[in-house]
Every structure is written in C-alpha cells, then in structure tokens.
C-alpha cells in the first residue's frame, strides 16, 4: 500500500490538472478515456490468444509474442503514416495530439511492464532492432544499460557507438504553458550524436541534443530543446513556433 503522502497533490500540481481538465469537453474526455484502454485490450488479446487451443502450445506462444511485441510498433508506424505528427507545440485536445495519445497508449504495456524491454536488452543488437519498427532511428553499437526508461519511442535519433548509464530517462513529451497561459503538449525528437555517453540516472526532455563524443555526468537532467556540447550546457532559443 502507498503511504497517504503520495496521493497528495502540490498547488502547481493542482493547477496543471485543472488546466488539463479545462482543455478538454467532456466528449473529449470520453474520446481520452476509451484509448485509455488499448493496454488492457491488449493483454487481455494475448492472454486469449494463448488459452484459446486452436493450435500447439508453441504457436500460441509465438503468436503471443507477436501480438506483444510487433503489433504495437507496426500499428504505431501505420497510425503516423495515415496521420503525420509535426513536432513542436500541439494544443491539447487538438487532432494532432489525440493522435500522438493514440501512440503513447501503444507504449504503455512496456511503460507499465518494463522487464518485458529488459528482456529484449538481453540480446545484443535486438533492442535497437525494435526501436527501429517503432520509427526511432539507431545507430550501430548502441548500449543501452539497465533500468534506461523511453517515452515515444518513435521519437529518437541515435548515433552510432553510443552508450546510455544505468535508469537513464528519455522523455520527448513534456506537457507546458504557452505565452496565453494555455496548456500545450511540446514533442520534439531527443537526438544523442555518434560515441556520446549519457551518465547514469539522466533525464533527456523533448529536442535535446547531445553533440558527438560528449559524456554526461551523472544524474544530468536537460529542459525541453537544452544542447550540451563541448562539456557545456546551452539553451536554444525559440526551438518551436
């Protein structure tokens, strides 16, 4: 049981949820809550397809593992190709971002679930090759170490050689106020240039980029579009419109 603290919110905290709440009608907070359930859809889908004995045990497993694992990265690319996501600031509640909503919620078994990704890593080579399908684009040679925890996965660009430390975040969304006060959704793609290190327990926000041949402390956190080159950290200017 979660201690009683932990359910508490913080005024800012508060505020956002209002904020959130105040940029949807209630029609698109059914339409939010009905993608809401695709995980459980999909798990309950494989757990059918397993128990059902319509053939072997060893298709049904295969054929669980396919519903697992490439279902989800496929239906992704086909929902980007039949609907293109810009990147930059998309309003809430707009087309465009029930759209990245949609993407999101085909990640969040692997959100909720994340051994099932640890597993992947225990193949070298694999990993990156799943990323892939998702529409990221990898490198050769990325080590990726334990605990390291992604968001639109869709949403990457990786040199080659690159090694990312231990519980590294990668984190492409932020959710944020505009000049009008108004809640919007930043998605830019986080970029990690050929043989850089990222330290361990590190945070990548939406459109950072790390220079080629960097190294990172630990424990290094980069606001949305913040560059770190040359062992120093810079903010770009006006990175969206």
């Not at 694992?69 to 980007?80: F, G, M, Q, S, V």
């Not at 968001?151 to 990786?158: K, S, V």
């Not at 240039?193 to 041949?213: F, H, K, M, P, Q």
Request: with cysteine; charged share 20%; hydrophobic share 50%.
């Amino acid at each position: 049981m979660e201690p009683a603290h932990s359910t508490v919110l913080k005024p800012g905290e508060i505020s956002r949820a209002r904020d959130f709440a105040s940029a949807l009608s209630p029609q698109k907070r059914l339409l939010m809550l009905l993608i809401n359930y695709w995980p459980l859809l999909h798990l309950v889908s494989i757990g059918v397809v397993i128990a059902l004995p319509w053939t072997s045990w060893r298709w049904r497993i295969l054929a669980g593992l396919a519903l697992l694992y490439l279902l989800p990265p496929l239906a992704a690319r086909l929902l980007r190709f039949v609907s293109p996501i810009c990147e930059g600031r998309i309003p809430v509640g707009s087309r465009t971002y029930f759209i990245w909503w949609m993407m999101f919620n085909l990640q969040v078994v692997f959100c909720r679930l994340p051994m099932l990704e640890e597993i992947l890593r225990l193949v070298p080579g694999l990993y990156s090759f799943w990323l892939r399908l998702w529409g990221a684009r990898i490198g050769r040679l990325t080590y990726w170490s334990a605990g390291l925890r992604i968001l639109d996965r869709a949403f990457l660009r990786i040199g080659d050689d690159v090694v990312f430390g231990a519980a590294v975040r990668l984190n492409p969304h932020v959710l944020a106020k505009n000049e009008n006060g108004q809640l919007e959704l930043i998605l830019a793609t986080v970029t990690v240039g050929d043989r850089a290190i990222v330290g361990g327990y590190s945070l990548l926000t939406a459109g950072t980029e790390i220079a080629a041949d960097e190294c990172t402390k630990a424990l290094f956190v980069s606001p949305p579009f913040g560059r770190f080159k040359d062992g120093v950290r810079i903010k770009k200017p006006n990175p969206v419109p």
